[in-house]
DNA sequence: TTTAATATGTAACCAATGTTACTGAACACC
DNA sequence: GGTGTTCAGTAACATTGGTTACATATTAAA
């Protein structure tokens, strides 16, 4: 596990912290479409990204899912944060986007940590901005774009997490993530095609024009 | 100053600090509708609500506005303090949605205490996760909600943190805090108050139906 | 009091998105 | 190869929200 971690996270933290995080922390994979946490859960330890991505999603009272943003190597979930202060619930589900090696700290390390660590008060403070900006992404895509817009924005951050430009999903998965339904995005994918910016085939979609 | 400060924020933090504050902070009045932060400003200062409310709002790349959240007394804008740390440039628009008191706290000191004092630590963390709570709850209102509900939820939390079940305000401010436009607002507040659940008058709303 | 500015009401129309229903194509499994 | 299932295309229609235009009411200013 040592060397992944410092591999991404050396150059953040100390090696004391390194050596800490070595021995308490717990290394794991997950494969695609694992779900690490989900709504109201009570959160035990908290995931450090060493590669692949994993995607946040907000639901509403029927069910239905809300894409809020993909995060990637290097970072936390600010969410899994503040939960495991406060003993909180979850207020969001993590879904691994693409195959996922993660290291799982104990909750307790976290708060400990940040009073003896200043890179790791740093880090916690970062991934708190980090995740704050994210949603203010989100909310400027939901609040201020249209829905052809927000599709091909997210078609191409999908592709980036993924580093591909061709995306293997079906437009149901697509109009889950988008909070709407299929036939709106199959619509508003042939306008985007005939626009050329991309091609559709069956379960995947090539980036024409990023 | 220290009376305001023990009051309100007496029970979060011990006197060390208390007194700290109260030597480098400047105590600061604005009146309704004065602008405490504006995007793409530099933040030289985070403020600590002592009373009053104040309103959160993000831009669109037209210059229209979308109200956020608001923050009451015993809160400090989380948005502040992670531009104070990476000197980055406000994201956002605060102004003061009722007459406001506040303490505006230098920024060195912020990051300063946070090794310091473990009691600035949680109260930094706890305002993180809340102002994400509330960007989760903004998510919300917009993704998940049509618009004669966001509205009627806008006018109670107004209401709220007024302090009053009378708003005075124009169906224009209420569109422009909303995102769209006059007319669709009239619309929908005429529609409110055939259901019952408002009174209309010219330059303020009655809530009647909590 | 007259005039101007602001606030609200409402109709008519348009555009974007959501819904229902049905089609055929591609694929998976037997 | 046949059959059932998943995926995508598309038409027709409903609903929500946005736009334009204009009328009227209230308040402020001259």
């Known amino acids: 596990m040592i060397?992944?971690?410092?591999?991404?996270?050396?150059?953040?933290?100390?090696?004391?912290?390194?050596?800490?995080?070595?021995?308490?922390?717990?290394?794991?994979?997950?494969?695609e479409g694992f779900q690490l946490i989900d709504i109201g859960e009570y959160i035990k330890s908290m995931p450090l990204l060493v590669s692949g991505a994993v995607k946040i999603l907000r639901e509403d009272d029927k069910g239905d899912e809300l894409l809020l943003y993909f995060i990637e190597r290097g970072d936390t979930c600010a969410m899994t944060l503040s939960c495991c202060m406060g003993q909180k619930r979850s207020e969001i589900r993590a879904v691994a986007e693409t195959p996922t090696k993660l290291i799982m700290i104990p909750v307790e390390k976290m708060s400990e940590w940040m009073g003896k660590y200043k890179s790791w008060q740093n880090f916690i403070l970062q991934s708190y901005h980090d995740r704050m900006t994210e949603l203010l992404e989100a909310i400027d895509s939901i609040a201020f774009l249209k829905m052809d817009e927000r599709l091909f924005k997210y078609l191409k951050d999908k592709a980036m997490v993924n580093h591909n430009d061709v995306i293997n999903v079906t437009h149901q998965n697509i109009a889950f993530d988008l909070h709407t339904s299929r036939v709106v995005i199959s619509r508003l994918l042939k306008s985007l095609e005939n626009e050329g910016k991309i091609k559709l085939n069956r379960n995947n979609i090539k980036i024409l024009d990023f």
Chains 1, 2 share one sequence.
């Open 3 to 31: 060397t992944e971690l410092k591999e991404n996270y050396g150059y953040l933290f100390e090696d004391a912290l390194l050596n800490e995080i070595n021995n308490v922390g717990t290394y794991k994979e997950v494969p």
